[in-house]
Nanobody
Framework: QVQLVESGGGLVQAGGSLRLSCAAS????????MYWYRQAPGKQRELVAR????????YYSDSVKGRFTISRDNTKKTVYLQINSLKFEDTGVYYC?????????WGKGTLVTVSS
């Protein structure tokens, strides 16, 4: 059974930082790219970061480039998202995503709320 469990969200002031974690089980974690998405209130879910299985290559959306850092620890089957210089528009639910055997899996998300 595949499980993705996000943690680390919370209420933070603009300019602050958070580190999100996603613990994976039931997937071949070390050979899978991992993704972080977010969904702001009233908006569609969007991809914010991706990391290859080895961690050697990353992708960031333009809106987070330079502020977010995705990383992974294959020994712990965990992917991280370091979020710095938080902006009000970063508010939303952050989801971890993986594809295993052609099936898209999602965690339940962790809420990030940025206050002004």
């Amino acid at each position: 059974q595949v499980q993705l469990v996000e943690s680390g969200g919370g209420l933070v002031q603009a300019g602050g930082s958070l580190r999100l974690s996603c613990a994976a089980s039931g997937i071949s974690f070390s050979v899978r790219a991992m993704y972080w998405y977010r969904q702001a209130p009233g908006k569609q879910r969007e991809l914010v970061a991706r990391i290859t299985s080895s961690g050697g290559s990353t992708y960031y959306s333009d809106s987070v480039k330079g502020r977010f850092t995705i990383s992974r620890d294959n020994t712990k089957k965990t992917v991280y998202l370091q979020i710095n210089s938080l902006k009000f528009e970063d508010t939303g639910v952050y989801y971890c995503n993986a594809v295993e055997n052609g099936v898209n899996y999602w965690g339940k998300g962790t809420l990030v709320t940025v206050s002004s």
